[in-house]
T-cell receptor, first 108, second 114 residues
Framework: AQRVTQPEKLLSVFKGAPVELKCNYS??????LFWYVQYSRQRLQLLLR??SRESIKGFTADLNKGETSFHLKKPFAQEEDSAMYYC??????????FGAGTQVVVTP | DAGVIQSPRHEVTEMGQEVTLRCKLI?????LFWYRQTMMRGLELLIY????????DSGMPEDRFSAKMPNASFSTLKIQPSEPRDSAVYFC????????????FGQGTRLTVV
């Protein structure tokens, strides 16, 4: 079965502190993993995808197949990072499935 | 292209009424997803189409929900009859349908059933 798990519903951090959002997945094939972000009153948008190995807005995520994880990290959180973050996985059929999401609140 | 367009943006209806949500895909995209977002359950995949064909509708909660793609660029999600527990934000998204392509989301329809 295809499943994405985000164990934290809410993550509250201080500005300048590191932030890590956990994501674990289960999938029998070779997964394609993504992080999407939803800022207040905006539509969901892609933040980054594992295959491109890029850093977007200071965020990085590494796929760990041994631990079946794709945690999102940023060394120094900013107030504008406050948003809802969703980890997502696509199957070979292109089916895009999301985790429950983690609300990040960055306080000054 | 204006992106994925959903209508209406807000819908308030009485319990028992039929509700139809609409979605226009990005031109050239051949995959279409309908999601429901609630505080309790997050973002749930309701149904997924590829080339106008429903591939996976296992997330559709019950028979009161139905979705169609009458053509390659348009989809509807219908709830009949609606119930208060259907209140949520409904998103549609489209993509090129390949494994590693980005899904583009509409602004969502906020449905309130009273």
């Amino acid at each position: 079965a295809q499943r994405v798990t985000q164990p934290e519903k809410l993550l509250s951090v201080f500005k300048g502190a590191p932030v890590e959002l956990k994501c674990n997945y289960s999938y029998s094939g070779s997964p394609e993993l993504f992080w999407y972000v939803q800022y207040s009153r905006q539509r969901l948008q892609l933040l980054l995808r594992h295959i491109s190995r890029e850093s977007i807005k200071g965020f990085t995520a590494d796929l760990n197949k041994g631990e079946t994880s794709f945690h999102l990290k940023k060394p120094f959180a900013q107030e504008e990072d406050s948003a809802m973050y969703y980890c997502a996985l696509t199957s070979s059929w292109g089916k895009l499935q999301f985790g429950a999401g983690t609300q990040v609140v960055v306080t000054p | 292209d204006a992106g994925v367009i959903q209508s209406p943006r807000h819908e308030v209806t009485e319990m028992g009424q039929e509700v139809t949500l609409r979605c226009k895909l990005i031109s050239g995209h051949n995959s279409l997803f309908w999601y429901r977002q609630t505080m309790m359950r997050g973002l749930e995949l309701l149904i997924y189409f590829n080339n106008n064909v429903p591939i996976d509708d296992s997330g559709m909660p019950e028979d009161r929900f139905s979705a169609k793609m009458p053509n390659a660029s348009f989809s509807t999600l219908k709830i009949q009859p609606s119930e208060p527990r259907d209140s949520a934000v409904y998103f549609c998204a489209s993509s090129l349908g390949q494994e590693n392509t980005e899904a583009f989301f509409g602004q969502g329809t906020r449905l309130t059933v009273v």
